[in-house]
Every structure is written in structure tokens, then in C-alpha cells.
T-cell receptor, first 114, second 112 residues
Framework: EAGVTQFPSHSVIEKGQTVTLRCDPI?????LYWYRRVMGKEIKFLLH????????ESGMPNNRFLAERTGGTYSTLKVQPAELEDSGVYFC????????????FGQGTRLTVV | GEDVEQSLFLSVREGDSSVINCTYT??????LYWYKQEPGAGLQLLTY?????DMKQDQRLTVLLNKKDKHLSLRIADTQTGDSAIYFC????????????FGTGTRLKVLA
């Protein structure tokens, strides 16, 4: 069974450009999460989808970030326009239920804004 | 404090034991986790402990929990070079969903 996959693995863009990150969760997992690790700091929660609905987006830093999960399958996270402080590693995770089960993480997308 | 705290680096010799420490924030957190991130890989769940336990052992891994001090530790016995990675502790506050609060990560380097 395929795990959580993220594309691309690494992206380098210029300040002001747009970048879209993609996450394919484990098939059948209704719960999908985005996290971010900036500058070697802690990994911070961004948002949580249940199927196609945003359950909790309290961690989204500002309105330059837009997450979608059309059809409740894969998810995208768009940053527009990107700023230098957006550089970091973006992790996606999925789980079958929202509690009492393991959440599986992808390998992350390393975003570098120059 | 508001942050889950970990020391940033730990270096041990192959065959020795490693102890990675973590101070978490919410004494009512029900689950506490240890994740491992190898270079170029995602976060791999190593082990977890329920808050009503004070110790859990799983092969070379021993997790100790001190709820009074909100202190969590991970001991790796007979540390191998393949254990070199970043180790994150994480807590899940009692809202129940997987809104993990992670620490900064401890980079473990195992010297041959």
C-alpha cells in the first residue's frame, strides 16, 4: 500500500512567485493534515481536512496560504505570493479517523524562497 | 511554557545508550509521541505512550513519562549508526484530533 506522497520534494522559487504543493493521502483516509517546519524550529500544525471540508484551519499563517481538497482525495497548498519567511519543510499527514489511530506522514516538501 | 522543548543536538558513540528529553506543555494531553525523521524521509512514528502510563518499553526503546514535571524521555539502548536522525516529541491536547504539538526536534548523531 502506498504511503502519503508529496510533490514536489523540493521547490526553489523567487519571492513574489506562486507555488503549489500537493499531497496524496493514503487511500481511504478521510483525515488529512498539513504541517510546516520553518528554519529548524518546531513542526507547526496548519490545518485539518475531513474529506473535502476544512475542520480546523487555525494554524494557517495568513491569507497568502490556500489549501484545498476537492473531492476529498488529494490536497493542494498554494502559497501566493511567496515570502522569504515561508521557506521551510511542509509535511502532509493522513489518518483513517481523527483520533485514536496513527497519523501517517509524507516525506515533506522543502520550499526555499529566495 | 507554551512550547514543547527539546535539546537540539545529541552525540553518542555506537553501542552506548541515547537519552532524548522533552518537556511538553499540557498536563492533560492524553497521548505523547516520539517520531523519527531520517534524512530525506518523512516522519516515522516510533512509539507513543498514554498519559496514564509512566513507562513503555518496545525492544531497544524505552519511554519514560513524568506527568508531574511534564517530562518525556526516549532511551535508545545499544545505539546504532542507523539511529542517526532527528527525533521529535509531540503531544496531542485533549481536543482529541491529530493536532499535534511538536517539539523542535533533537538531532542524534551516532559516532562509529
Amino acid at each position: 500500500e502506498a504511503g502519503v506522497t508529496q510533490f514536489p520534494s523540493h521547490s526553489v522559487i523567487e519571492k513574489g512567485q506562486t507555488v503549489t504543493l500537493r499531497c496524496d493521502p493514503i487511500s481511504g483516509h478521510d483525515n488529512l493534515y498539513w504541517y510546516r517546519r520553518v528554519m529548524g524550529k518546531e513542526i507547526k500544525f496548519l490545518l485539518h481536512f475531513v474529506k473535502e471540508s476544512k475542520q480546523d484551519e487555525s494554524g494557517m499563517p495568513n491569507n497568502r496560504f490556500l489549501a484545498e481538497r476537492t473531492g476529498g482525495t488529494y490536497s493542494t497548498l498554494k502559497v501566493q505570493p511567496a515570502e522569504l519567511e515561508d521557506s521551510g519543510v511542509y509535511f502532509c499527514a493522513s489518518s483513517l479517523y481523527s483520533e485514536n489511530t496513527e497519523a501517517f506522514f509524507g516525506q515533506g516538501t522543502r520550499l526555499t524562497v529566495v | 511554557g507554551e512550547d514543547v522543548e527539546q535539546s537540539l543536538f545529541l552525540s553518542v558513540r555506537e553501542g552506548d545508550s541515547s537519552v532524548i528529553n522533552c518537556t511538553y506543555t499540557d498536563s492533560s494531553s492524553t497521548y505523547l509521541y516520539w517520531y523519527k525523521q531520517e534524512p530525506g524521509a518523512g516522519l516515522q512514528l516510533l512509539t507513543y505512550i498514554f498519559s496514564n502510563m509512566d513507562m513503555k518499553q518496545d525492544q531497544r526503546l524505552t519511554v519514560l513519562l513524568n506527568k508531574k514535571d511534564k517530562h518525556l524521555s526516549l532511551r535508545i539502548a545499544d545505539t546504532q549508526t542507523g539511529d542517526s536522525a532527528i527525533y521529535f516529541c509531540a503531544e496531542v491536547p485533549p481536543s482529541g484530533t491529530y493536532k499535534y504539538i511538536f517539539g523542535t526536534g533533537t538531532r542524534l548523531k551516532v559516532l562509529a
